[in-house]
């Protein structure tokens, strides 16, 4: 089974494209590194050639999303994997700058993903102005066939299982983060979300006033969740994106089927399990999960 490790990349179509590029490099200070012939700007958090990617269009949204597997399987190893799981995938060379080889994986029940095993690392360096936040950490999607969906991650990619509430939300990782992947049982199949990691609760605050400054509501938050117990604070970008920013996420150690322990936790070991859906947080009631306004 391949070893996935990481959300490496997202990719937006945005019909506000000079809305979305101010957003993106002035507001959460990601640095430009390259334009596509396409008029597609690829922009870095501080390492990696790109960790969003914006194309204009004439409708806005998520396109694809990108996870970096590790280098002890070749792409034509994970195609094999691929195909022998009835999957259908797609090697492309040179397809995305910065990569020179991916596969792609084209409408897992109605989602487009991308595996890379390597990607260029020109470091930029992190931004002296804006957000800046540490790293891409992951993305909720939104699915009628959820279920479906977590079967493709679990037993295809072998992310674990952390936690759930009731039949409606599902969290899952491929690393010691509480989750990457966030499944949401909806009757619409989009992106709920992105979420980017910030240094701590002291950062948290300071983006509050980065936001409040330009002039970008907070929609909910700062405060601390009850699953994965991350602190974090919701706003939209130009393109009515939902943008999580989070500290203090769970460390979810495999070996142990556990969470790191910390102070705040409900019980002592803090293990994955099913919430009930009271405990979702007071914000389930607004935006997306709000499925009649969706």
């Keep these: 089974m391949p070893k996935v490790f990481r959300l490496a990349y997202s990719d937006f179509?945005?019909?506000?494209?000079?809305?979305?590029?101010?957003?993106?490099?002035q507001v959460m200070g990601m640095r430009p590194v390259e334009q596509g012939p396409d008029g597609t700007q690829y922009l870095s958090l501080g390492l990696d050639h790109h960790n969003i990617a914006l194309r204009p269009d004439n409708v806005s949204g998520n396109t694809v999303n990108g996870f970096q597997v590790s280098r002890d399987i070749t792409l034509e190893q994970l195609a094999r994997h691929f195909t022998e799981q009835g999957v259908k995938s797609d090697t492309k060379s040179d397809a995305r700058p910065g990569v020179s080889g991916l596969l792609e994986v084209k409408d897992v029940f109605g989602h487009d993903f991308e595996f890379i095993t390597?990607?260029?690392?020109?470091?930029?360096?992190?931004a002296q102005h804006g957000i800046a936040p540490n790293r891409l950490g992951h993305i909720a999607l939104m699915n009628p066939e959820a279920k479906k969906l977590e079967k493709f991650f679990t037993e295809i990619l072998g992310f674990y299982w952390t936690d759930q509430f009731d039949d409606m939300v599902?969290?899952?990782?491929?690393?010691?983060?509480?989750?990457?992947?966030?499944?949401?049982a909806a009757p619409i199949r989009k992106l709920h979300h992105i979420a980017f990691e910030l240094r701590g609760c002291a950062h948290q605050y300071e983006a509050s006033d980065r936001l409040t400054k330009a002039s970008v509501p907070i929609a909910w938050g700062p405060s601390r969740h009850t699953?994965?117990?991350?602190?974090?604070?919701?706003?939209?970008?130009?393109?009515?994106?939902?943008?999580?920013l989070y500290a203090d996420l769970d460390v979810y150690v495999p070996e142990l089927n556990a969470f790191e322990p910390r102070p705040?936790?409900?019980?002592?070991?803090?293990?994955?399990?099913?919430?009930?859906?009271?405990?979702?947080?007071?914000?389930?009631t607004r935006f997306e999960f709000d499925f009649r306004t969706a």
């Excluded at 979305?20 to 490099?25: E, H, I, L, P």
């Excluded at 706003?235 to 943008?243: A, E, G, K, Q």
């Design 13 to 25: 179509a945005t019909e506000r494209m000079d809305e979305s590029y101010a957003y993106f490099t």
């Design 227 to 244: 699953a994965g117990h991350n602190y974090a604070s919701y706003h939209y970008n130009p393109d009515r994106t939902l943008v999580e």
């Design 118 to 126: 390597e990607m260029a690392m020109p470091a930029p360096g992190f």
């Design 264 to 284: 705040w936790h409900e019980v002592l070991p803090m293990r994955p399990r099913v919430w009930p859906l009271a405990e979702l947080s007071a914000w389930s």
């Design 170 to 184: 599902t969290f899952l990782t491929c690393n010691y983060d509480h989750h990457v992947v966030n499944l949401v």
